[in-house]
């Protein structure tokens, strides 16, 4: 069974840091481009970050880019969302997803991707 995980999520002060994990299961990721997106409360699913199967290409929301880093562990089948400085607007429920291509164009489009997860909570608040 295809499954993916996300975890790591919580409460973070303004400027602190969090990382959220993305477990895969049933396929190898190494087959896959990963792509995390977030969702906050009345707005839109809106792409993060995103790495390419490929060439590990990498491709970064403007609103992130210098705070948050994307990484692969191919021995645990997981990929990582380090999310540095983080801002009260950061807030939103984090999902994980597949996709045959990661580009600065797809990330902007939730519909590039499948998402198999419940996703994990990021509250950034004092």
């Known amino acids: 069974q295809v499954q993916l995980v996300e975890s790591g999520g919580g409460l973070v002060q303004p400027g602190g840091s969090l990382r959220l994990s993305c477990a895969a299961s049933?396929?190898?990721?190494?087959?896959?481009?990963i792509a995390w997106f977030r969702q906050a409360p009345g707005k839109e699913r809106e792409g993060v970050s995103c790495i390419n199967r490929s060439d590990s290409n990498i491709e970064h929301a403007d609103s992130v880019k210098g705070r948050f880093t994307i990484s692969t562990d191919n021995i645990k089948n997981t990929v990582y969302l380090q999310m540095n400085r983080l801002k009260a607007e950061d807030t939103a429920l984090y999902y994980c997803?597949?996709?045959?291509?990661?580009?600065?164009?797809?990330?902007?489009?939730?519909?590039?991707?499948?998402?198999r997860g419940q996703g994990t909570q990021v509250t950034v608040s004092s």
């Open positions: 997803g597949t996709g045959p291509v990661c580009s600065a164009a797809r990330l902007r489009g939730p519909r590039f991707w499948t998402f």
């Open positions: 049933g396929f190898s990721l190494n087959s896959e481009s």
